[in-house]
Every structure is written in structure tokens, then in C-alpha cells.
């Protein structure tokens, strides 16, 4: 009895810590409130001379522009199937709709109030201005370009029959920062962030040398009349290309191949190092969603296409979840940076019919992640979460210094032209 008269209250004063700690302490998102993403972009209003907020509207005009948004991952902002599924693993929160459904005339409900940065605990109320169609546009036009009824742009002298304003963001960064710079909330311990990307930017040789901004790569220049009969001007194309499209993932990372010796014979030690080089993105590779990461794979094969050694390396990131989210390990590519995995084996004394094949495969979620979503949370679409960016299989008999051509591939993705002669022969 005098046990447990200790230990009963030790246990109450526990369990009240515990409340405590994920009540108040520990957010129920993995990530934190900032002012500019807290809440949804305040209601606008159809600007004079305009029918509609929507991006079709908008496409009367800008007709280009609105057959490129129509392809782009901000389009499908709130119907992609990934972004169901996982918002239905949380529930729905609110919160998650301020980046991929901005507007607040696309939301159903207000947040009046986040007492203590508590997402559960925010006061809301109906919306009466809700569109559930207009929802589905995801990150539309007018969450970029429309505020206090005038079209913003990047332009000073546009000529227009609706009122228009000049903003200097979108020359700059900033206009990508509200929703591409999430940060970490408390008991949340993150090298930078869950979702950090603009704050990954290089600031040496891609921002000052080269000038590029984030629009350089994912909004491509292009000359062109930005709206119908309107003048020829040097714009951007709306695609927005990133981490969901292989091209583009393609474009970021250069692969090379070495093997030594380069003409093995039977019975000889084989090292066979493949180099992963973010060649071309301004930012960290991968990047965005914590559970995007790289596969390098190695595998000897038999002439029958049987496995005699694998191995496989993972580069990203290694978060502990619970019951505080810690971030143990993070093996990314910096910009510019490069890293070896090497391969070794004995060989046999025949050689004949052994391959060996390199692999470089890009991952948006794991499989187990994907079966979970599609066991528990409702994902449906066959949209594929993973993809390759180099592979080679080649002959152990064959010169593997000219089989794996092992000069670097020197080009820096997109900041050349695709048809530009100094690309080298090792696209990833």
C-alpha cells in the first residue's frame, strides 16, 4: 500500500506532462505557424473589367499562360491524389489548404483565431464566399496576381482592361518564399525546416555569378505577347516544374562511372564507383517534402539475369517522428557538391555473361509510405512515385572506361540550353 501511494501520484504527474506536452507544447502538424501562411490569403473580390476570378477567365486573354498552368503540379495543388491522401492521414487540417488552396474564397471555413498557435484548437466559422469549384484550381491565378481588385505583375507600363499594379516580387524570390520556406514549430527540430527549399538557395555561385532566381529554372524565359494582341515582351512560362517531373530531376543531377580496373579479368578485385553530382539545381538535392530521397544501386547479374551481389545507398533525410520530430541525419547534395559510392567484388574466373548494372533512382515517397496511403488514407491513382535518372548495364568483358564513357558531364541543368554543344555525354 505505501508503494503504491508513491507511485500512483508519480504516475498521475506523468500522465499530466504527457497531456500536457501534445496538448500544448507539441504541434499536431510537423510543422510550425508563421504569420504569412497561418492564414489563407484574405478574400478577393472580381477585379473591375474581369467575370471571373477563374483561371479559364484569365485564359480568354492569356491563353499561353493558362494552357501551361493547366500542366503544372500548382494546378493540381488540391486534387493530387498524394496531397488527398495525405491530408486525409491528417484528418483534413486546415492549415494544409493555405499553400494548396490560398484564396480564402477557396476555403470553407474562416479561421478567426489560433489561441497559442493550436491548429486544433482555432475558432472557425462557415464561409460564404466558399467556391468548391473555384477550390479545385489549387494554387490559380489569382492567389499569385490578384489582390484589392488590380492584377499584379511583373511589368510597369502594362496596358489592360482591368486595373493593374507593378510588384517587384515577382523579379525576385520572394514571391515563392510565403509557401516554399515552411519552418519548424517547437519540439520540432529540423536542419532547416520540413519543407525548406528557399532557404537551401545557394547564394554564391547561382545567385550572384550567375543571377539565377528560383523563376530561372522552374519559370522558364520566354519571348512572347503575355496576353492576346498585346506586345512581344521577355516573360516566363507557367510550368513550375520540380520535384514530381523526372525531366526536371533529370536536368538537376549529373552521374558518373568509373570501374577499376577498366578491363577486368576473371579472379580480379572490381571497384566500380559511381559519382552523384548536383549539377544543376540552386538548392539542395532532393528537396521539399522530407520523404523525397535518392537510391544509388549496384547489382552483379549472371547471364540469366539472376542477382549475385546488390547493394543499395540512400541519400536524404532521417527524421525521428515521436515523440519529439528530430532530425538525425541529412546526406543531400548541396549545391554543387558531388559524392562517391563504390562497389566492390572478387570476381570469378569466368567472366562470360556477367553484367554489372548501375542505378540512380529518384523516390517521392517510399514503398512503404505508398502502401500505407493507399491501405489506410484512400490513394487511388497509379501516378508514379518513383522514377530512374541513370542507369547502365554493361558487360564485365567489355572496356568499361568506354562503356560507362566516364567524363564528367560538366553542364549546370537548366542554366544552359538543351541544344547547347559543351553538354557533356553523361545526362543523368
Known amino acids: 500500500m505505501k508503494l503504491a501511494a508513491k507511485i500512483l501520484p508519480a504516475l498521475g504527474v506523468i500522465a499530466g506532462l504527457v497531456y500536457v506536452y501534445y496538448t500544448e507544447i507539441k504541434p499536431t502538424v510537423i510543422f510550425g505557424l508563421r ?25 480568354q486573354c492569356h491563353r499561353a499562360i493558362y494552357e501551361e498552368w493547366k500542366t503544372s503540379i500548382h494546378s493540381q495543388a488540391f486534387v493530387d491524389p498524394f496531397f488527398q491522401a495525405y491530408w486525409n492521414k491528417d484528418k483534413h487540417v486546415w492549415v494544409c489548404l493555405n499553400c494548396h488552396t490560398p484564396l480564402e474564397n477557396q476555403q470553407a471555413t474562416l479561421i478567426k483565431e489560433i489561441p497559442r498557435n493550436r491548429v486544433e484548437k482555432s475558432h472557425q466559422i462557415p464561409n460564404p464566399h466558399f467556391d468548391a469549384e473555384y477550390q479545385k484550381e489549387g494554387v490559380t491565378c489569382a492567389a499569385c ?42 519540439a520540432q527540430f529540423y536542419n532547416g525546416g520540413p519543407c525548406g527549399t528557399y532557404a537551401e538557395y545557394e547564394g554564391k555561385f547561382f545567385m550572384k555569378e550567375r543571377g539565377f532566381i528560383c523563376q530561372s529554372c ?14 512581344i515582351r521577355q516573360g516566363r512560362q507557367h510550368l513550375w516544374r520540380g520535384g514530381h517531373d523526372p525531366d526536371m530531376v533529370k536536368r ?6 568509373v570501374a577499376n580496373p577498366s578491363q577486368p579479368k576473371g579472379g580480379d578485385n572490381i571497384e566500380v564507383t559511381l559519382t552523384v553530382v548536383n549539377a544543376g539545381a540552386g538548392h539542395k538535392l532532393p ?8 537510391t544509388v544501386e549496384f547489382e552483379l547479374l549472371d547471364r540469366d539475369g ?9 541519400m536524404g533525410r532521417w527524421i525521428m517522428w515521436q ?14 557538391a558531388s559524392r562517391n559510392y563504390t562497389f566492390t567484388h572478387r570476381l570469378p574466373e569466368d567472366l562470360s555473361g556477367l553484367t554489372i548494372k548501375t542505378r540512380v533512382r529518384y523516390h517521392i515517397q517510399s514503398e512503404r509510405q505508398h502502401q500505407m496511403l493507399i491501405n489506410k488514407y484512400g490513394l487511388t491513382a497509379n501516378d508514379p512515385y518513383n522514377f530512374v535518372v541513370y542507369e547502365r548495364e554493361v558487360p564485365l568483358t567489355a572496356d568499361l572506361a568506354q562503356v560507362f564513357e566516364d567524363a564528367p558531364d560538366p553542364r549546370l541543368g537548366c542554366s544552359i540550353s538543351p541544344g547547347d554543344s559543351t553538354i557533356g555525354r553523361h545526362p543523368g
Open 35 to 59: 504569420s504569412d501562411y497561418a492564414h489563407a490569403i484574405p478574400l478577393q473580390k472580381i477585379p473591375e473589367g474581369l467575370t471571373s476570378l477563374k483561371a479559364e477567365s484569365c485564359g
Open 145 to 186: 496576381h490578384v489582390r484589392d481588385g488590380a492584377i499584379l505583375g511583373p511589368f510597369e507600363d502594362s496596358v489592360a482592361p482591368h486595373p493593374t499594379k507593378f510588384d517587384p516580387s515577382f523579379r525576385t524570390t520572394q514571391v515563392c518564399y510565403r509557401c516554399h520556406s515552411v519552418v519548424g514549430g517547437p
Open 218 to 231: 522552374h519559370m522558364p524565359e520566354i519571348t512572347r505577347p503575355v496576353a492576346a494582341d498585346g506586345p
Open 252 to 257: 538537376a543531377v549529373a552521374v558518373q562511372v
Open 287 to 294: 528537396t521539399g517534402d522530407p520523404d523525397r530521397h535518392f
Open 306 to 314: 539472376r542477382v549475385l551481389k546488390q547493394q543499395q545507398d540512400t
Open 323 to 336: 515523440p519529439a520530430i528530430v532530425e538525425l541525419y541529412d546526406n543531400r547534395l548541396m549545391p554543387l
